[in-house]
């Protein structure tokens, strides 16, 4: 059997890891421009740490990032070389809507994006478009606080209608938001009820978002394939204690399950008022917003997966953090250099399992090795290691396919080009087939080398998935 036949294998980036120009083409500032290098990154990202201005003392990664402002027909013309189908990427809101709340969009910002689809397409490469990836105007930030308020979803309305409308035609893949659960994942299992409050209530404004979103972009385009967009971690119980059990599972509830079921079945599942409950949470929620998520179901469940994520009720001092998470070590996995899990059967048991709660098409529009690459004097990458972790992803992706029959749309890697990593604003923190020379202070000349998974990729795209 195999994959399917209109399978679509390409990579994936975000604007805010891998544009930069972040001051042409009359762009606003962004949230994520404001993610320095280095410890105070977290803080910032967790809103511990005010920063809505730039300093001297810290170094800000997105403003320049690997330039595929400048690069991107170069960029775009490798990911052809090696076979793309698809590419993932980011539109920023704030090169469309520099304030946010602007009553006109900025024509040089979807110019920009214009320019950079036809590109794609050129070489048949379909767009797959997230509409939001961590990237806010800090205009909203500063002004409404963000997702806090419900004036949010009047002003993503505005930036979706503007670009379902203008990329019509061109683009029919789309996501709404970039790893949505990741609000409720980065709160530690100890964080306050006002926090949890605070973060339900930002997703239900989302998940109102996401629904108008989905209606919109079905009445502009009824082509138009609309996901949400998952942090998808396969959570264990380290232990079989069944304390560990219903941990788990509340892991399971909490961080997987609650988002996927309120945009994949239109409702809230019926764990939510124990979830509430639990944090003392009391949200603004609308007759007219239920209606909303019923009649916005999106279209498929596109996920990201790097890792599993062990977790236990007993004290455990050997805590390991992955993405977006945090758990324990698991002794029968290995894990990267980056202290990530490396759990290839964990993928088909997330595939498996999702599939069979939503029966919706699923796409893996994340999943790669951030790793230290070695460029060697004569421009070589040797990263087998890169090869062999997606080379186990893949087989058990198929399994998932071929063995139970789960409905695989597509595959496109993270970061198909070296880019900026989200966690840590390190550029060293490679997962590309294409190594970009820069290092994580901003020097280098720009200039892209092909690793030896360049080549490997290539065969696996011409094969569907069977050469690996
Ligand atoms: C996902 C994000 O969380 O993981 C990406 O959607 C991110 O933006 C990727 O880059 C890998 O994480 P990191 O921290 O290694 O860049």
């Not at 994520?32 to 920063?51: A, C, F, I, N, S």
């Not at 001297?56 to 690069?71: G, R």
């Not at 997966?305 to 390991?320: F, I, P």
């Not at 890169?386 to 998932?400: C, L, P, S, V």
Request: proline share 3%; net charge negative.
């Amino acid at each position: 059997m195999g994959f399917r036949k209109d399978f679509l294998w390409g990579g994936a980036t975000a604007a805010n890891q891998c544009e930069g120009g972040a001051n042409e083409g009359n762009r606003g500032v962004a949230n994520v421009d404001l993610m320095p290098l280095g410890e105070d990154r977290y803080l910032v990202g967790t809103g511990k740490m005010k920063m809505y201005d730039f300093d001297d003392q810290h170094f800000y990664p997105a403003l320049t990032a690997v330039d595929f402002y400048h690069h991107y027909k170069e960029d775009i013309a490798l990911f052809a070389e090696m076979g793309f189908q698809a590419l993932r990427i980011s539109i920023d809101w704030s090169r469309i809507y520099p304030q946010g709340d602007d009553e006109y969009p900025n024509q040089e910002g979807l110019d920009f994006y214009h320019c950079v689809i036809d590109e794609l397409l050129k070489y048949h490469i379909e767009p797959v478009v997230t509409i939001s990836h961590y990237e806010t105007p800090l205009h909203l930030v500063q002004k409404y606080g963000s997702w806090r308020n419900r004036k949010m979803i009047d002003f993503f309305m505005n930036y979706c209608q503007t670009i379902f409308k203008r990329y019509k035609d061109k683009v029919k893949y789309w996501m709404t938001f970039n790893e949505i659960n990741n609000t409720i994942n980065f709160l530690p299992d100890d964080a306050s009820d006002e926090a949890y409050q605070e973060a339900y209530q930002h997703l239900h404004y989302q998940f109102v978002a996401s629904a108008r979103a989905v209606q919109i972009g079905h009445e502009i385009d009824p082509e138009n394939k609309i996901g949400c967009m998952i942090c998808g971690i396969t959570y264990y119980p380290l232990t079989s204690d069944p304390e560990d059990i219903l941990f788990n599972r509340s892991k399971w509830e909490k961080g997987i399950f609650y988002c996927g079921d309120v945009q994949c079945k239109g409702k809230y599942p019926t764990f939510t008022k124990r979830l509430w409950k639990e944090h003392n949470v009391q949200l603004d929620i609308t007759e007219q917003d239920l209606e909303e998520l019923k009649k916005g179901t999106v279209d498929m469940y596109t996920f990201s997966y790097y890792m599993s994520q062990a977790v236990t009720t007993h004290k455990n001092d050997d805590t390991v953090s992955g993405n977006m998470s945090f758990g324990v070590r698991n002794p029968y996995l290995e894990y990267s250099d980056w202290g990530w899990a490396l759990d290839p059967k964990g993928l088909r048991y997330y595939l498996e399992m999702i599939y069979d709660r939503y029966e919706k098409p699923l796409m893996v529009v994340e999943n790669g090795l951030g790793a230290y690459d070695k460029i060697e004097e004569d421009g070589q990458v040797k990263d087998d290691y890169r090869i062999d972790y997606m080379k186990q992803h893949i087989i058990e992706m198929k399994k998932a396919v071929d063995e139970d029959g789960v409905d695989l749309m597509g595959y496109t890697s993270w970061g198909c080009i070296d880019l900026v990593s989200a966690g840590t604003g390190e550029m060293k923190k490679r997962y590309g087939f294409i190594y970009v020379d820069k290092d994580n202070e901003g020097n280098g000349t720009l200039k892209r080398y092909k690793k030896d998974s360049f080549e490997w990729y290539k065969q696996v795209i011409a094969s569907n998935g069977e050469k690996l």
